[in-house]
């Protein structure tokens, strides 16, 4: 038997590094000239809201997910309401659509979130 040798990976040329991070520099540009003013505007609160989101919701301690959770609970009561808001009578509108899913999905959440929650708090019990 021939003694098995690994390889090294190779190293990503200068090329294949900056290759994403220029095509999404250049989509964000195009972006920026053709969309309107508002879409701008929506899309830098949704990025920085994301990030916030993100940082805060790694930067919790393990004492404190409980709580977390009902947070997001809220959160999603929230979108709940706002799902509600965007549905119309005309049913086969974009809008209703998409208020219908987010009715859905914000449904779903809260009750996954209150099943863990449950979960978790019956931890505690003896």
């Known amino acids: 038997t021939s003694p098995t040798t690994e390889e090294a990976p190779a190293a990503k040329s200068w090329f294949s590094q900056l290759l994403w991070p220029v095509l999404i520099g ?3 540009v195009a972006i920026g000239l053709w969309a309107p003013a508002s879409f701008m505007t929506h899309l830098t609160v949704f990025v920085l809201a994301s990030f916030l989101g ?12 409980t709580p977390l959770m009902s947070v997001t609970n809220a959160i999603s009561g929230i979108i709940i309401i706002g799902g509600m808001l965007q549905i119309s009578s005309n ?10 899913i987010a009715l859905f999905l914000g449904t779903v959440n809260i009750a996954g979130g209150f099943m863990v929650s449950q979960r978790m708090l019956n931890m505690f019990h003896k």
């Open 26 to 28: 250049l989509a964000c």
């Open 54 to 65: 993100w940082k805060v919701i790694w930067d919790v301690s393990p004492s404190l997910h």
């Open 91 to 100: 049913i086969a509108s974009p809008m209703t659509i998409l208020g219908a």
